[in-house]
């Protein structure tokens, strides 16, 4: 009874684990994303206009 358990729970895991990674992968590449990842891809440059001091402390 335990090796059966055992077994259908390895492969059911498996088959969960796999229809994650299609959902991640799906997600990630579904239409009409573009424009959100460039938006986040740019977001560190966002704040380039802000002074930055010097050494000697100075803006």
Same mark, same amino acid.
């Given at each position: ?9 390895? !492969?059911?895991?498996? =088959? ?8 991640? @992968? ?5 239409? %009409?994303? +573009?424009? !959100?990842?460039d938006? =986040? ?8 206009? @802000?002074?930055?001091?010097?050494e000697? %402390?100075? +803006?």
């Open positions: 009874m335990y090796s059966l358990l055992r077994e259908l729970a390895d !492969s059911w895991f498996m =088959l969960m684990m796999f229809a994650f990674f299609i959902g991640t @992968i799906i997600f990630a590449f579904r239409p %009409g994303t +573009k424009e !959100s990842y938006r =986040l891809r740019n977001l560190p440059l966002q704040d380039d206009d @802000i002074l930055i001091e010097d000697s %402390g100075e +803006k």
